[in-house]
């Protein structure tokens, strides 16, 4: 067997674990954060390229950006719900090599796409789509990561892994509007487009969007062949996995991650065209890339705080926190002629962006503690081996519902770009849309009250 294939894995061995597991688990983590900071980064990297298309000569109006922005949501989820079983399949070293070495097709052709103001509305639609790439890869990252620990920690990995990897979408939008402005790669990727704001022509290089992060990529694909392992036990056929669709605690999960992930991800892909359109004065690249930047931040003080005190109770109080900081979002918007105030509208979507992070670390926490109660609840045997039996089935099925559950949250990419987009549109603001997010926070309160969180609950965790 190939010293790459870790034939023997047992993370709840105390022993085990503090001679051998713990090196390799955490060897693995540091590993899989860059790859899936890339991953994220070229996922979003639309958010910010569609800002400057129009000012460079791209005669696409603001529909048209707004699906720009929204695709890579789309096909990203629909990756993901794909992605989530190649782990399984293939080994968790094989598959992140190859998903991240993906990330150079939409890199690369977004650098030579955007040179000319010429090139078609359907091949900017294709780059888009194939953005998506990126977002696939956390539901495998996930995935893969859930293996290596052991419940204790799986809050806290699993919080560093998904926080710092999405740390990528802030870094973007920081870093592009930085890049752009000097011919970083010279002559090598050709010379720079002439931007004009406000009758003001400067030079910029949006080639350097896409090429700057190949030679991260081209890192991060080494790292992980040379550097992660596979484990010989986590092997499952699709039809193994596919389990988990029957499990209804795996479509409650979905719904309540699609309210703390989906939140982070739209709104990251949303805020800036949102900012410019309801706040015009404002250049919006200097204040987007703060929202993702708490939000990731606090991934993994949720998934602390979950590991301490519970992940239904965090996941709970969160959401009550969201719906609030929605409501600050709505008050301080733009309407009827009144102007609004974009510091409490931008102070209300970074406490916004907050509780998305610590959501997010909270309900990840949840998963593999729900299914692995249940397992040993259904195996009824307090015997080691059957134990041990319901926990390797646990360990399966939660890696399988961790990254199902980040495919169907990662929705929330397209649906709330263009429901900003719709409601603009077909109202003159984006409160609708507002409207309608709100809604849905509170039925996550209320599923996570009754299911997980009340006294007497089916699945305290």
Request: charged share 10%; hydrophobic share 50%.
């Amino acid at each position: 067997m190939s010293s790459r294939v870790l034939a023997v894995w047992a993370p709840e061995d105390a022993q085990l674990w503090e001679e051998q597991g713990k090196a390799a688990a955490y060897r693995n983590l540091w590993i899989s954060i860059p790859a899936l900071f890339l991953s994220f980064a070229v996922w979003m990297v639309w958010s910010v390229v569609v800002v400057n298309l129009q000012s460079i000569g791209f005669a696409f109006d603001a529909d048209k950006l707004f699906w720009l922005a929204a695709l890579p949501g789309l096909s990203g989820a629909t990756l993901r719900i794909f992605y989530s079983f190649m782990v399984p399949i293939f080994g968790g070293r094989t598959w992140t090599t190859i998903s991240t070495a993906s990330l150079l097709i939409p890199a690369v052709g977004i650098g030579f796409a955007v040179r000319d103001p010429n090139t078609s509305y359907s091949t900017m639609l294709v780059l888009a789509f194939l953005c998506g790439l990126g977002g696939g890869n956390f539901a495998s990252s996930m995935s893969n990561i859930s293996f290596f620990f052991p419940k204790a920690l799986k809050g806290t990995a699993l919080g560093l892994n998904a926080g710092l990897g999405n740390l990528g979408v802030s870094a973007m939008q920081f870093l592009v509007p930085l890049v752009i402005t000097g011919g970083m790669f010279g002559a090598l990727c050709g010379g720079p487009q002439l931007c004009v704001v406000k009758g003001v022509a400067t030079s910029v290089w949006m080639q350097n969007a896409g090429f700057v992060w190949v030679p991260f990529i081209v890192l991060a694909t080494l790292a992980a062949w040379f550097g992660m392992n596979d484990i010989a036990d986590a092997k499952a056929s699709f039809k193994e996995q596919s389990v988990i669709f029957k499990r209804k605690h795996n479509w409650i999960m979905c719904w309540l991650y699609l309210g703390t992930f989906g939140s982070f991800i739209g709104y990251s892909a949303g805020l800036p065209l949102l900012i410019k359109s309801q706040f015009p004065a404002v250049s919006p690249m200097q204040y987007a890339f703060l929202g993702p930047l708490v939000g990731a931040l606090f991934r993994p003080v949720g998934g602390w705080i979950a590991d301490k005190l519970g992940g239904a109770r965090v996941t709970f109080w969160n959401f009550v926190a969201m719906t609030a900081a929605a409501f600050g979002v709505l008050h301080y918007l733009p309407s009827q002629g009144n102007p609004g105030s974009f510091w409490g509208f931008l102070s209300m979507f970074i406490l916004l962006f907050v509780t998305t992070g610590i959501g997010n670390g909270s309900t990840f926490r949840m998963i593999p503690v729900i299914f692995l109660t249940e397992r040993q609840r259904a195996a009824g045997d307090v015997r080691r081996e059957a134990q041990a039996k319901a926990a390797a089935e646990a360990g399966k099925e939660a890696a399988a519902v961790l990254g199902f559950c980040s495919a169907f949250a990662a929705y929330g990419a397209f649906f709330i770009p263009k429901a900003f987009g719709t409601s603009i549109a077909h109202t003159g603001g984006p409160q609708a849309a507002l409207c309608g997010f709100l809604a849905f926070y509170l039925s996550c309160i209320a599923l996570t009250w009754y299911w997980y969180s009340r006294r007497n609950a089916e699945m305290p965790c």
